[in-house]
């Protein structure tokens, strides 16, 4: 950190020395939290912290029974709460209960819950799944995992969602998105499998707060630890949390790289370098007028993988190289251009 050329009162300062004064503060913060990183809170004691700030934590899906709650955990897959709870009034109003659902007729129940993402499939599982309930469950929705699991579109997570919040015998911690990511920046865990994770978080844990713990994460993480920019500055666990302040590139989703063989170095680094750099690279070429053809277009197949890339939100999702890439006409210049 440079020090300040000369003291200036804080309404005066310049720009500069406003600059420095900030970077002062967040140096001063990070080795505030790197110190309690050290002498790191038990899992209880964030859990504490964290149900303080979110009292009110709950599941948030709209329903009215326990099939209704199953129903619009099928379909938050893949999508929002909120998109589902726009959705789940019309088709709950119609088809309140198994048997109903059962019987109804697909394009209608297709219909009113076209606005979700994979409506079809999602319509094939609920009414399957409605339809096993009546057959095998007298229209009644299971207590135990394993019958459970066994419906049609029901994972682990599903089911536990419905034996915490409808029944109130979860048999795990509820790991999505949120969980994974604060369990992991508020050091519960260094596992990225949610499977590991759970079972991290039900060692921790006991059992009687296995279901509040993963409506009081999924609380946090959606409105303070957001996955881009944790609002550190205003959580108010951030004295117990070793993540604070350096929390941005912590319990992200992994990137994938789909499309390449596996174990592909040169491939790996191809599309993991930042896009400035690529298109820096792209500009400094110098190749001659077939190889100039190769790289710009190379360059502009890297430009919308970057652009696809920060609209998905962050994670790599590479394509295929253009195969031009592999054969300039000189060596050194397609080099260069391919990096
Ligand atoms: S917002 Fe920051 S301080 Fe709070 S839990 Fe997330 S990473 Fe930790």
New binding site residues.
Partial sequence: MKPVAKKTSPSRATPAAKATAKTKTITTIKTTASTRASTRASATELLAALRAAHPDAHCELDHGSPFQLLVATVLSAQTTDVAVNKATPALFAAYPDARALAAAPTDDVEAKISTIGMFRQKTRNITKLATMLVEKHHGEVPRTLDALVALPGVGRKTANVVLGVAFGVPEGVVVDTHVQR?SQ??GLTTETEPEKIEKVLCEKLPREVWDITSHTLIF?GRR??FARK???DT?T??AL?P???V?EE?GRKPKRDRGEPEGSAKNATATTKPATKRAASAKTAKPNANAKTASAKTASAKTTAATRTTAAGGDARPKKPAKTAKKPAKPRAATRGAS
Wanted: aromatic share 6%; glycine share 0%; net charge positive.
């Fill in positions: 604060l920046r508020l946090h303070v630890c944790p609002a550190c959580c666990v951030s949390c993540s604070a302040f929390a912590v």
